[in-house]
């Protein structure tokens, strides 16, 4: 059985970044949407997700989590800009 565990960036609309995971990131989205996701989103949305990372394992992503987390804002738009650079290639 393959389980698939993400990290992910979401940009609120104050535009500010909040960073997750999940193991649905559709639904993930949807919960933060309707106000059912982290405390941190209510009231920030709407949202634009523009980072997703996979990761092989539950304690893999936490780590990830974490570790982007403690990135500056410039940090973290750094990292969003380097994969979307390698979207487009």
Do not use: W
């Amino acid at each position: 059985m393959c389980s698939n565990h993400y990290v992910y960036i979401l940009k609120c609309k104050d535009r500010s970044y909040y960073t997750g995971y999940t193991t649905n990131v559709e639904h993930r989205l949807k919960m933060h949407e309707s106000n059912k996701g982290a405390k941190y989103t209510r009231g920030r949305g709407p949202f634009q997700l523009c980072y997703v990372e996979a990761c092989e394992s539950k304690s893999e992503a936490l780590r990830r989590e974490y570790q982007i987390k403690q990135l500056s804002k410039q940090q973290k738009m750094a990292l969003i800009d380097q994969n979307e650079v390698k979207k487009s290639d």
